[in-house]
């Protein structure tokens, strides 16, 4: 399985949970008061589905449709008057084939359905628009929650089962290196992160987007403090860099010393008797203070022997060794690298039982909620909309091979910016049908249908422009 397949893999099945997860939500509170709910697809079905199930009544695939019941019901029952049905047996369930999103058909609601004929008829008491405002209103926000409400069972379920373990960015005594670009606003290699904008950093997940969501970073530098200001396009600049074949460090990394844990026989490290074990300190007479520096010096030295300085460990002393090593065509010398910070530094080791680990969800999912709010202000500057991008930038995200804690920190990930794109005031999102029933809540006074068929049909518009722009910047990002 290619690279391509094994990302698409992972976005079909995350984005096809998230939309059942949300969809059922808007049913669970729909039937609970009552509401019929006609239709539960997943994906889109305009002219015809690729499958549809109704229970006890039909089965259908890409528009042909076969009977599972010859019971005569009266039309009222058809139509989910509610009084024989069960729980699930009134809604058409479907996977349709535009795999843009899922929907509920809420009987008696103006949706993407647009579904104005129903909405002529006489109100029936198990139609949506029937209902008090305040189950309205709870139906329509149900989606947002069980949304966010997965996002942290995920989060709690990956800590129960993994724990966390990391070093404290302030606790790197040598300090981070830094990309180009961070560079040039003033972070410098070496310089030990603390605060981003008066907030303590500590696990480098969370810190390298608090720095770059931050007004100023306060760092430890030469045994000082010191405060970079960190410019509003820092964060579009550092993943233009980072998507760049020169990019050597996303943004920061720690800057561990250059242990070797493996020495090729025949190369030139085991020619020269360097040893697992052993530390480079300099390369052709220069210090190196971590892997970074190592890398450097060892660029341009094609085919030559060049002088190296190690430390070993001897019992409780350190012996300090002379070497000239030979290099490759492609200036290397044989050896494996140490690249875990853990093995340099003190780590935070952290287990979760049971009940730990739901606060802790809990957390994880309210800073991933406030983190992605913050960025949206982004969106609205111009490098903000370059950034934009649609699935295949969202199917990018996913690692190239399968990994199931990474597919779920995704997928939590994804279902917190669905919760939040989902309850923006935009009519055609939940957000906009959410707008008008406070509205109505606070002055007592509905919207009436024809405003709200063409909010409808605006929204919608908008969110089909929003949907051709990102993917169109997807397939721009691919020629250039």
């Known amino acids: 399985m290619d690279t391509f397949l094994i990302k698409a893999v992972q976005l079909i099945i995350a984005l096809g949970l998230l939309i059942i997860i949300h969809e059922f939500g808007h049913f669970l509170f729909a039937r609970i008061f009552g509401v019929k709910v006609e239709k539960f697809y997943i994906f889109f079905d305009p002219w015809k589905e690729i499958f549809k199930w109704k229970p006890k009544k039909y089965i259908g695939f ?89 996002a942290i069972v995920i989060y709690a379920g990956i800590v129960y089962a993994t724990g966390e373990k990391y070093v404290p960015v302030a606790d790197a ?48 530098r030469d045994g000082k403090e010191v405060t970079v200001k960190v410019p509003e396009d820092l964060i579009f600049r550092i993943d233009k860099e980072a998507k760049s074949d020169t990019a050597l460090v996303n943004f920061m990394a720690y800057r561990i010393p250059t242990r070797i844990t493996q020495v090729v026989p025949g190369e030139g490290a085991a020619k020269a008797g360097i040893q697992e074990g052993d530390e480079i300190i300099s390369v052709n007479n220069h210090p190196v203070n971590g892997l970074d520096e190592f890398f450097e010096r060892l660029a341009g030295n094609e085919n030559k022997t060049i002088p190296m300085t190690l430390l070993r460990d001897k019992g409780d002393a350190r012996d300090t060794i002379a070497v000239n090593v030979a290099l490759s065509s492609a ?76 597919f779920w920190n995704i997928t939590a990930f994804l279902s917190v910016a669905l919760a939040f794109m989902n309850i923006l005031p935009i009519p055609a999102l939940d957000g906009g049908h959410v707008l008008f029933l406070l509205i109505e809540v606070i002055t007592g006074r509905k919207p009436s249908d024809k405003f709200m068929e063409w909010a409808q049909m605006i929204g919608m518009s908008l969110l089909i422009i929003l ?13 250039k």
């Open 62 to 150: 890409f528009g042909k449709t076969r009977k599972l019941s010859s019971d005569s019901e009266n039309e009222e029952d058809e139509k989910g008057s509610g009084k024989k049905e069960g729980f699930w047996s009134g809604t058409e369930y479907g996977v349709g084939w535009i795999p843009l999103g899922g929907y509920c058909k809420i009987a008696g609601m103006i949706d993407e359905s647009m579904d104005t004929e129903q909405m002529k008829e006489p109100p029936k008491e198990w139609e949506f628009r029937s209902k008090p405002a305040w189950q309205r209103l709870l139906i329509m926000i149900a989606g947002v929650l069980f949304n966010f409400l997965i």
């Open 173 to 220: 005594k040598n300090g981070m290196i830094f990309s180009g670009e961070a560079r040039k606003v003033g972070f410098h290699n070496g310089d030990i992160p603390l605060r981003a904008d008066g907030e303590t950093l500590d696990s480098p997940a969370d810190a390298r987007l608090q720095m770059l969501q931050a007004k100023e970073v306060t760092l430890l």
């Open 331 to 406: 200036s290397k010398m044989g050896v494996g690298l140490e690249v875990d910070p853990a093995a340099f530094y003190a780590s935070k080791d952290i287990k979760y039982n049971l009940f730990q680990s739901v606060p802790r969800g809990i957390e994880m999912g309210t800073d991933k909620l406030v983190s992605y709010a913050k960025s949206m202000k982004l969106v609205f500057t111009k490098e903000g909309a370059k950034s934009v991008g649609g699935f295949g930038s969202i199917g990018s995200i996913f690692p190239e091979k399968w990994d199931w804690i990474a």
């Open 467 to 479: 949907l051709l722009y990102a993917n169109g910047m997807d397939i721009i990002r691919l020629f």
